[in-house]
């Protein structure tokens, strides 16, 4: 078993108040989602107007499975509307990374 962790640091020029933030936001979330199957949220800077954290998480039997799949968000995240993104992480996990 594999975990995969996307973390994307995004900034959106276009907002002007947390309600255009949040607008645009949900869109990218609910499409991520809807598209991959994956689970996704907002996890930092919910009080700033343009600026986000989102994570992306995803398990799979496969390793290579679940980095083929973030890289594949990561790539369509960076072409969504109304955000730029600005630093990505792609971290993975596994049973055997247990202390």
Known sequence: MV???LEMELHLPG???IKDKRKV???ITGQITSRFKV???EVE???LWQ???IAVSMVSAEGGQVQKVLNHILRWTEGANGAELI???IHMFSPEDRV
Do not use: P
Request: aromatic content about 4%.
């Open 3 to 5: 975990v995969g962790l």
């Open 15 to 17: 907002a002007t108040s």
């Open 25 to 27: 936001i949900k869109s």
């Open 39 to 41: 689970s996704v949220s």
């Open 45 to 47: 800077f919910q009080d």
């Open 51 to 53: 600026r986000s954290l």
């Open 87 to 89: 630093r990505s992480e």
